[in-house]
Structures are given as C-alpha cells and as structure tokens.
C-alpha cells in the first residue's frame, strides 16, 4: 500500500513539474513575441543589395491605358514582422486626339511576405505604401475658332495597394509581377507590371 502511494506522489510530482516548465515556455514566447523592438533591431536588416527595372501597363481613371516602365530598389527587410521595403520610381505618358498627360512618379512600399511555395520557387507579398505623383497635361482647346494647349501641372501625394510574387529565377536574379491601384487626386491609376531584380 505504501508503495503505491509513493508511486502515486512521484507521478502526480512528475507531472505538476512537467505542467510548470511546459507553462514556463509558453510565456517566454508570450514575452518574445510582445518585446518592443529596439530602433538598432528594427534598422540592422535594412540595406541596399539589389536594384532592378520593370515594363508595365497602366490604365489612368481619366486616360487611355499605355505602357510604363521604372527603377526598383529593395530596401531589406523587418525581419521580425516579415515585412520587406522597397522604393521605385516610374514614368508614364499618353497621347489622344486633344491631349497628352504624363505620370513621374516616386514610391515606397511595405510588403508582407507570405509562406514560400517552394515547389514552385514563388514567395507572394501583398502591401502597401505612399507615391508622390508628378503629373503633367497639354489639353487641346478651341477658342476664337482657334486651337490652344492649355499646360498644367499638379503634385499629389498618393495611396498604393500592392500584390505580387517573386520568382528564384537565377542566383543573383529574381523575377517579379505586380499588381497595384494608386489612389490619387485626379490621377488614380490601375498597373500591372513584370520585372527583374539583380542582387549584389
């Protein structure tokens, strides 16, 4: 009988200890996951190792679609919150009967990367960022039965929504597309874009 209550004790102490060590890791993780992150962790992966270019289509809300094309810049990365940086900058123009517009245009994004599809060498990333816009226009008018270009020029800060997948094409080159809707004054814009970057 004394026995079986000592084995009894031993396993229920067993237990109680594993219970404690197992509750122990649980808010290391709680405490690991909830740590602010210092502004020397938050910098430490951000740094320029590749630069790229990209061809794309782009259908302004008050234009007709045409091509663009542009410069891309990887930021890094912050690696706690999975999240990559990257600026570009890219131009645009089109031509109609009465007018031409233009697009120069200045952006920077923060992209969440989701789960690699290793089979297929693609890692998708969906986002967001701010574009400055630097837009331009020569509208054709008629006045006094004769033809004047009105000139006019506009600078407009800008909302972008992002999504997107990088292909591992080569070891120092990767393949990229985009899709992305800039919401901006009087120059809100659908583009889609194909890309390559070279890392350093």
Request: hydrophobic share 40%.
């Amino acid at each position: 009988m004394k026995l079986i209550l000592i084995t009894l004790l031993l396993l229920f102490t067993d237990n109680a200890f594993s219970k404690s060590s197992y509750e122990k890791k649980i808010d290391q993780n709680r405490k690991e996951k909830t740590k602010s992150i210092t502004p020397k962790e938050f910098f430490k992966d951000i740094k320029i190792n590749s630069v790229g270019g990209h061809l794309g289509f782009v259908s302004p809300n008050d234009g007709d679609a045409t091509v663009s094309f542009g410069v891309d810049v990887p930021l890094g990365s912050v690696t706690k919150y999975k999240v990559k940086l990257k600026s570009s900058l890219e131009y645009w123009s089109a031509n109609s009967a009465n007018a031409d517009y233009s697009d120069f245009i200045v952006s920077a994004y923060g992209l969440y990367s989701f789960k690699r599809m290793s089979k297929y060498k693609i890692s998708p990333y969906t986002g967001a960022g701010v574009s400055m816009h630097f837009y331009k226009s020569s509208v054709n008018t008629t006045v006094l039965a004769s033809t004047v270009k009105v000139k006019s020029t506009s600078t407009n800060l800008g909302l972008d929504l992002v999504a997107g997948g990088i292909y591992d094409w080569r070891k120092k080159i990767d393949l990229f597309s985009e899709v992305k809707y800039r919401i901006v004054s009087d120059a809100s814009q659908l583009s889609i874009v194909i890309g390559a970057i070279y890392k350093f």
